[in-house]
């Protein structure tokens, strides 16, 4: 399956995106999803996942109640809403699928929180 994230882009803080990670080459039913991101100079953390079947989620403590994700298995996409946005949340997300043990990442996109 190959995987393409958009969305990213510049925001002020307190301000608001929304993530998508859409699938090609296979149905993102029968996997996994998570969001990771990468800020300069820092490790690459996981910030949200959803499972397969029940959809049950998890966030990163640094974002919850902030983000919300989601899939709607219609339009093969898995969305990362983004609220509250803070400058502590600049990094390049990531979005990757997990299905019998293999892992498969899309290229990141870019979000800015800065004034």
């Known amino acids: 399956v190959q995987l393409q994230a958009s969305g990213g882009g510049l925001v002020q803080p307190g301000g608001s995106l929304r993530l998508s990670c859409a699938a090609s080459?296979?149905?993102?039913?029968?996997?996994?999803i998570g969001w990771f991101r990468q800020a300069p100079g820092k490790e690459r953390e996981g910030v949200s996942c959803?499972?397969?079947?029940?959809?049950?989620?998890c966030y990163a403590d640094s974002v919850k109640g902030r983000f919300t994700i989601s899939r709607d298995n219609a339009k093969n996409t898995v969305y990362l809403q983004m609220n509250s946005l803070k400058p502590e949340d600049t990094a390049v997300y990531y979005c990757?699928?997990?299905?019998?043990?293999?892992?498969?990442w899309g290229q990141g996109t870019q979000v800015t929180v800065s004034s």
């Open positions: 990757i699928a997990v299905s019998s043990g293999l892992v498969y």
């Open positions: 080459g296979g149905t993102l039913d029968y996997y996994a």
């Open positions: 959803i499972s397969l079947g029940d959809g049950s989620t």
